[in-house]
């Protein structure tokens, strides 16, 4: 076997045991454990995808297996302890992997990325969005809707907590996905503000209507892919018109996602 792709591996495993470690913890351990697994999986991934390659690793490239990591250990909390972990726990571990070996394909590319490449991304980060968006409902007390819940709304904090965890993942994700079409930092970073408005507005929005278990979680990720191909989609360029368009149509859904909720308070 290559022994980069052991390595990647043997990362994987490590931060697949980390967060079945963190399982049974409660409160603010969790937070804390959360943040370590983050840090561990950061630093490994530089480590692993460095390996035998003449050139640095882009800070870039570790932020998909280290989101998927810290979504994980949210995300594994909504599963019973038992049996169920079983599972789960696999998953995490090819969550991981796939992660770890994308990036390094991308990595090893002389070239521009190829569309196969593009799309593997997008499909990892789609899964990775996914989790952290459940993870979020998860964490947060009251966030994540039950069927026999007839309640539309709950606190503020809570909400401000889920639209800005939501909103963290997304950026993080959306500036991977600006930075393998451009190197551009300002157009990711952007690009990164744009992604993280869209899940925040979804999140209000899905949380509002009190759409039952992860259902919320899965339509912004699909709003996530919906605004993913639109940035992607040929353009002649992209002037300040252009941004200050799409800043505009922003605001105006979230001043509406706001003022549903407050409605609801009423």
Do not use: K
Not at 129 to 148: I, K, N, Q, T
Not at 149 to 175: H, K, P, Q, R
């Amino acid at each position: 076997m290559d022994p980069r792709r052991s390595t990647r591996r043997e990362l994987a495993l490590l931060a697949t045991t980390l967060v079945a470690v963190t399982r049974p913890l409660e409160g603010g351990l969790v937070w804390l454990a959360a943040l370590l697994v983050l840090a561990t999986v950061l630093l490994g991934s530089l480590q692993a995808l460095g390996e035998g390659e003449t050139r640095r690793v882009p800070a870039e490239s570790v932020i998909v297996p280290g989101v998927a990591a810290l979504a994980s250990v949210f995300a594994i909390r909504l599963v019973p302890i038992g049996l169920g972990l079983v599972p789960a726990v696999l998953l995490v571990w090819l969550l991981v992997d796939r992660a770890l070996a994308v990036e390094a394909r991308l990595l090893a590319r002389p070239a521009a990325p190829a569309p196969e490449d593009r799309n593997a991304l997008l499909t990892v980060v789609l899964l990775v969005a996914f989790l952290g968006f459940a993870g979020a409902a998860g964490a947060v007390p009251g966030a994540l809707v039950e069927p026999s819940d007839a309640a539309t709304s709950f606190g503020e904090i809570g909400l401000l907590t889920l639209v800005l965890a939501d909103g963290i993942v997304a950026g993080l994700l959306g500036y991977r996905l600006a930075m393998l079409e451009s190197a551009n930092v300002r157009d990711a970073l952007w690009a990164a503000l744009t992604f993280a408005a869209v899940a925040a507005i979804g999140a209000a929005a899905f949380r509002a209507i009190a759409l039952p278990r992860l259902i919320g979680p899965a339509l912004i990720t699909l709003l996530l892919y919906l605004w993913s191909a639109y940035t992607r989609a040929p353009r002649r360029h992209r002037d300040q018109r252009t941004r200050l368009a799409e800043a505009a149509l922003l605001a105006v859904a979230g001043f509406l996602a706001v003022g549903w909720n407050l409605l609801l308070r009423r």
